[in-house]
């Protein structure tokens, strides 16, 4: 079983469309949660940065976090064309003193937005 | 802004070849990263780096080394490529910390024939 599954898709919504986009765990070590976002023939950018359960908003993206379920998502409202991308989440232990961004990545949502 | 320069956008090697594929970042980085990414596994980690000559394996270093002589550049190398290894590589770097972001390169589409 892998540590991070994420539902592949893919996934095709109209223009102004609310998305949600999803990820479990099954290690309670994770506790640095992310959202990157690839365009198509370009590398993962991040997107959103959460640590510990609860919601962060930026603009039109909302991640949230509920370690008591070990489930992430990720919803943007008012989804547009530009939008059209794989998105992955990734998770990363604290190792103490050292962190070596090591993450974990979900196999990653393929989205498309249409006019 | 950051950049993370990969050398080659699309690579095509035969079975038995040694690949080399080069890592650049512009930013000092401490940390540099090899994953490979396939449709419906994610990403995985080949190997990484924090700090030059030091290297710890990932999560699937099998078939893989690295190469880290100067902090700015990081090589991953396939000592014999295999058909197995055909894949889409991306090059990764940080600062570190806890909330580190990772800065990726475009990727080198690896095919192996």
């Known amino acids: 079983q892998k540590e991070v599954e994420q539902d592949p898709g893919p996934l095709s919504v109209p223009e102004g469309a609310i998305v949600s986009l999803n990820c479990t765990y099954s290690n309670s070590a994770f506790q640095y949660f992310m959202w990157y976002r690839q365009y198509s023939r370009k590398g993962p950018e991040l997107l959103m940065y959460?640590?510990?359960?609860g919601n962060k908003e930026d603009g039109r993206f909302t991640a949230q976090v509920d370690k008591s379920s070990k489930y992430i998502s990720l919803f943007i409202r008012d989804s547009q064309p530009s939008d059209s991308a794989t998105y992955l989440c990734a998770m990363k232990r604290y190792a103490g003193g050292t962190s070596y961004g090591k993450l974990t990545f979900g196999q990653g949502t393929i989205l498309t937005v249409h006019p | 802004d950051v950049k993370v320069t990969q050398s080659s956008r699309y690579l095509v090697k035969r079975t038995g070849e040694k690949v080399f594929l080069e890592c650049v970042q512009d930013m000092d980085h401490e940390n540099m990263f090899w994953y490979r990414q396939d449709p419906g596994l994610g990403l995985r980690l080949i190997y990484f780096s924090y700090d030059v000559k030091m290297k710890e394996k990932g999560d699937i270093p099998e078939g893989y080394s690295v190469s880290r002589e100067k902090k700015e550049r990081f090589s991953l190398i396939l000592e014999s490529a295999s058909t197995n290894q055909t894949s889409m590589y991306l090059c990764?770097?940080?600062?570190?910390?806890?909330?580190?972001?990772?800065?990726f390169g475009s990727g080198t589409q690896l095919s192996v024939l």
């Open positions: 990764a770097s940080s600062f570190g910390g806890a909330n580190e972001k990772l800065f």
């Open positions: 959460t640590y510990s359960s």
